[in-house]
């Protein structure tokens, strides 16, 4: 396909399991970035893949957050031990490669909608 | 720190009028560029437009147009002869330039268009 793509699109799971989320960016984008959006709010970054370069994890709310992204393509986000507010819907985007001044709009997956019971 | 604020939680429009969505930002950097996107009941963020801060002229895509005014901080996105399909939720994002280029994001303003 040629968007971004994100699996499952709907998880619901009890309070204290591990969730596994997946991203499948465009193909050719360096750049991966996943973001949470909580009910009725803006985006919130939570972490950023560039390449092979370490990946920014500065925007992970807590340690049960992490995020590994295999042969510079497909993402996943695990979140463990999964807590009543981490129910949200989890985005990911991809981009090309960062330039001062290049346009390079991130694009969205749909999201993957978390519901912790 | 960046940060983008939005400040109408809600909007209501006729349809075929003309409509503005406030935005303002606060950086420190002097480059920066400047976001909006639509986000639909499905969900997926759909980009309108970007404008860079060092764009001489306003940012225009069809129906879409950007008022920048880099002096009051304000990015006010324009969707002229509004449709019942723009009914969704509008985000303004601003785009770090160093590190990771992440989007900051203000809270969004949610537009209804009335027949």
């Known amino acids: 396909g040629a968007g971004v793509s994100q699996s499952p699109s709907n998880k619901v799971t009890e309070k204290g399991k591990d969730v596994e989320l997946r991203c499948d960016p465009i193909?050719?984008?360096?750049?991966l970035y996943w973001y949470r959006q909580s009910l009725g709010q803006g985006l919130e970054f939570l972490i950023y893949f560039q390449g092979n370069s370490a990946p920014d994890k500065s925007g992970l709310p807590s340690d049960r957050f992490s995020a590994e992204r295999t042969g510079g393509s497909v993402s996943t986000l695990t979140i463990q031990r999964t807590q009543q507010e981490d129910s949200a819907v989890y985005l990911c985007?991809?981009?090309?490669?960062?330039?001062?001044?290049?346009?390079?709009?991130?694009?969205f997956g749909p999201g993957t909608r978390l519901t912790v019971l | 720190a960046q940060k983008i604020t939005q400040t109408q939680p809600g909007m209501f429009v006729q349809e075929k009028e003309a409509v503005t969505l406030d935005c303002t930002y606060d950086?420190?950097?002097?480059?920066?560029?400047l976001f909006w996107y639509k986000q639909p009941s499905s969900g997926e963020m759909i980009f309108l437009i970007y404008?860079?801060?060092?764009?001489?002229q306003n940012a225009t895509e069809g129906r879409y147009s950007l008022n920048f005014q880099k002096a009051r901080k304000s990015a006010n996105l324009v969707i002229s002869a509004s449709q019942l399909g723009d009914s969704a939720m509008y985000f303004c994002?601003?785009?770090?330039?160093?590190?990771?280029?992440?989007?900051?994001f203000g809270q969004g303003t949610r537009l209804t268009i009335n027949p």
């Open positions: 404008q860079g801060s060092y764009d001489q």
């Open positions: 994002a601003m785009r770090e330039t160093q590190g990771a280029q992440k989007l900051v």
């Open positions: 193909s050719g984008h360096t750049a």
């Open positions: 950086t420190s950097d002097p480059s920066y560029g």
């Open positions: 985007a991809s981009s090309g490669s960062p330039g001062l001044f290049s346009y390079n709009e991130q694009f």
